[in-house]
């Protein structure tokens, strides 16, 4: 809805909306006919889709992705596009399909960017400005993904900006926004320092371009959390380091702590103290 607010406002020409098929595409399509938008399923469809996600958890992620497949070729950018238009008309806004720009391949934050870039190169080669829409806490690590992949594709043609919605903080300390902000910068601090991604601003990189007022307030939020919710967000970040390999080797925990900017290594140290505890 804030990338079709933008549109209507006359702040952005296109919708660039992305995403293949994966783990939040029935939910999606569950939460759009729940709000009584249109998706072209049939009832067999719609049972299989349903008996598919009670076995979900049993399941690997390229056979969810195969008998997901088998079900329907719905990717998450053609129901966000579906859904869209639909508001769109809802709303009395002028959108047509045309201009909506789908990237439908996508399953990560980076294979967004990666995927979206080739599509976005106007043929006239002038300038084109992306605005990103996403959650305040989410706005580093997108605009690092973009960084990085925007380097990577050599698109000097494209300029990022971050835009974020509300996003209403009296939840914290619910669990699942603790672990959704917690989640974030655990990407960022290990994708920063594997250099998957590449935080900038000005002459800095790296996570030195991160103000220190994040990891303050991270600090602060962290120390809101009860002992076993600090203990879990701890574990995940150990968990995720350790998941994410280079050159086939797990990150090295004394390697990152040491590469971290001082304010960021304070934080850090209290959790990983924390994930002792636990």
Known sequence: REALWLFAEGQVKKILVCGGQGRLTAPLIEKLLAEGFAVPLTVDQLAALRALEARKV???FREYLGELGAITDLSEARLIAMFL???ARRQGVELQETDIIKEERS???SQNFEFAIPLLKPADG????LIFIQKPHQQ???KAVFNFE????RADWLTGLSHTIRWPVETLPDPDAARDIFGELWRLIIYTHTRFILPLEGTREGLAAIPDDVWQIARRLFSVLDDRQQAEQARAFVSMAQGTKVNGKPVNMSELVAALPT???DFVTRVLAAAERG
């Open 85 to 87: 238009v639909q508001e």
């Open 126 to 129: 002038s300038s084109v400005t």
């Open 107 to 109: 399953a990560t934050t």
């Open 263 to 265: 304010a960021a290594q």
């Open 150 to 153: 925007k380097r990577a594709a």
């Open 140 to 142: 580093y690590r997108a």
């Open 58 to 60: 049993s399941l690997g």
